[in-house]
């Protein structure tokens, strides 16, 4: 089983080469871009002439662009980021503080959206048409439609404001208290969309033979579903796991700033209104990494969980 | 999932085109529909932040504007944004779309592996990292950028048809009759293409909307005087305490926007995609 997995696991890795090498080109591009002269007013403004002699050495600005991007490259690699101008020190420790917080929350949201999502889906394919399925897939949809920071704000106003249930904002000890209003905010958007995909990979599993079998054994639904649909519905969620990647990253920016929760999101927004430039593409090739990478991720799982996959692309 | 086929059966269809042209019309019909100018501030030492009252039915802002009259305005920019950038969206995935589907070869190799890394950056983290390329943001940067990043899913969806469709019968039988490359990709492929297209174009207006709002939510958006749901909720979320109006109609005309919009493109899938027919 380990020899068939070794061919297509390698067959994406190589796939990988050029995204990795179109990703760091185009952050390397909008660096070169946003930079200019860096000599620019805009910076000019701001940063002091030290400063800026650091980002010409730096940058290597004098040199031609190829250059410039293998030096970049070469420094990337060993973890160097560059100096962000605001704080005059590494970029990639700046980054390397904001990235706990924002681990815990999407953490915190995924297993929300997972459990909750799993369940809503579960509960509307029981029996399907009926208006409780109507009711949870209306709610579904809702959640999808919802915009992240404005679901952010009332559930503040409710729990928060309203009931004083929740602190409004902030990182707190790190306590649970702190921790459960973005997270659910940030969960929402993704319970839905598991909830969707739970439900129609349910319904199309219950239609197979093997479970007319099992009814006709006797079983009552709940366990036929639980039992013997569940497990095969599982592949579509790991899909669904995947595209819950993007939905944290994207949501992470703006639930991060309505909660004034001290991550990699809230970071990069309150870079863009510095202009602290470094720290900014710093952010933006974090995320994108961990977007890559937890794609990958998700790739290799199906072909632990379909063996069928590891014929089919491993041309 | 029709009770009943073809559109009028199709519930959330109806559902998604009614929200839709409801919110149209009242955004299109602004000028007419507005009580108060959405610009007014209140004169003088005038009340600001107030409850919604007859005057105003959605209660007023920190300068004590009319929020009613500031969420239709706001619904224009919307509709402008979302609508706009996908047809320059929609254009431009479709060049490259037919383009990488017809030759193939080396001009689809590079213009996938261009759609592949702009697809591989989650899309408000890039919105961000370019709006951050500015040296100051504002609506015009946010319609660069959504065009710049919208195109992707038009160029697949476009791809993937011309792919599928180039090597049969009625294409050889155009090229037989002389038709050129131009010809047979414009008059004989890309409509073969308009149902997936109409599909991804109404989930991508949808996300435009969402978009707009978010980079104007965290302030890398439109810009005052121009009116925006995003910044409008920025301001709500400073008097959340003590005016929750202000956060609450914004956002609740942006839900209903991007809910009426992702019925819509929901029910289109469900209608034209042969695969989703039961």
């Known amino acids: 089983m380990l020899v068939d997995l070794g061919r297509p696991v390698l067959g994406r890795l190589v796939a990988l080469v050029p995204v990795l090498f179109g990703i760091t080109l185009l952050v390397f591009l909008l660096n070169a871009v946003a930079l200019g002269d860096p000599a620019r007013a805009a910076m000019g403004q701001r940063a002091d002439p030290e400063a800026l002699e650091r980002l010409r050495r730096d940058y290597a600005l004098d040199r031609p662009l190829p250059v410039q991007y293998a030096l970049w490259v070469g420094r990337l690699a060993r973890g160097d980021l560059g100096e962000s101008f605001r704080e005059q020190r590494p970029v990639a420790e700046v980054i390397a503080e904001r990235v706990p917080a924002t681990m815990r929350l999407a953490l915190a949201a995924t297993v929300i959206s997972i459990v909750a999502g799993m369940a809503i889906g579960a509960l509307a394919a029981v029996r399907p048409g009926s208006p409780l399925d109507h009711g949870l897939m209306t709610l579904a949809v809702l959640g999808i439609s919802t915009p992240v920071f404005w679901l952010g704000l009332m559930l503040s106003l409710v729990f928060a404001v309203t009931l004083d249930w929740l602190p409004v904002s902030g990182y707190g000890e790190g306590d649970w208290a702190h921790l459960a209003l973005p997270a659910f905010t940030l969960g929402a958007l993704h319970t839905g969309t598991v909830a969707r995909m739970t439900r129609s990979s349910l319904l199309e599993v219950v239609r197979q033979d093997y479970i007319a079998t099992a009814r006709a054994k006797g079983l009552p639904e709940w366990l036929v579903l639980i039992k013997h649909a569940f497990r095969n519905a599982l592949i579509p969620v790991v899909t669904v796991v995947g595209i819950g990647l993007a939905d944290l990253l994207v949501g992470a920016p703006l639930t991060e700033t309505v909660f004034a929760w001290p991550g990699l999101g809230r970071l990069l927004v309150s870079a863009v209104g510095q202009r602290d430039l470094p720290v900014v593409m710093g952010a933006v090739l974090v995320f994108a990494l961990v977007y890559v990478i937890g794609n990958l991720i998700v790739d290799l799982a199906y072909l632990v969980i379909d063996p069928r996959l590891r014929h089919e692309r491993a041309s | ?278």
């Not at chain 2, 017809?102 to 213009?111: Q, R, S, T």
């Open chain 2, 1 to 278: 999932m029709a009770a009943r086929p073809g559109p009028l059966g199709h519930r959330g269809f109806l559902a998604g085109l009614a929200l839709v042209v409801l919110l149209a019309g009242a955004v299109l019909l602004a000028p007419l529909l507005a009580p108060h100018d959405p610009l007014a501030v209140a004169s003088g030492a005038g009340p600001t932040l107030e409850r919604p009252s007859t005057a105003h039915p959605l209660g007023t802002d920190a300068l004590g504007r009319d929020l009613l009259s500031r969420v239709l305005w706001a619904g224009r920019v919307s509709l402008a944004v979302g609508l706009g950038v996908e047809l320059v969206a929609v254009l431009i995935g479709c060049v490259i779309g037919v383009l990488a589907g017809y030759y193939g070869g080396a001009v689809d190799a590079v213009l996938m592996r261009a759609t592949d890394v702009v697809m591989a950056f989650p899309s408000l983290v890039l919105a961000i990292g370019l709006i951050a390329v500015f040296e100051r943001p504002g609506l015009d940067k946010v319609v660069i950028v959504l065009v710049a990043l919208g195109w992707t899913t038009i160029a697949r969806v476009a791809r993937g048809t011309v792919l599928a469709l180039k090597t049969r019968e009625f294409v050889q039988a155009a090229h037989a009759l002389g038709a050129g490359h131009v010809t047979i990709m414009v008059r004989h492929l890309l409509p073969n293409a308009v149902a997936p297209l109409l599909v991804a174009a109404t989930i991508g207006v949808g996300s435009n909307i969402v978009a707009e709002a978010g980079l104007s939510f965290l302030g890398l958006g439109a810009q005052s005087p121009t009116i925006s749901w995003g910044a409008m909720l920025a301001d709500g979320q400073t008097f959340l305490a003590t005016a929750p109006w202000v956060a609450v109609f914004p956002g609740l005309a942006l839900l209903l926007a991007v809910l009426g919009v992702n019925l819509l493109g929901d029910g289109l899938r469900d209608l034209l995609d042969p695969r989703f027919r039961e």
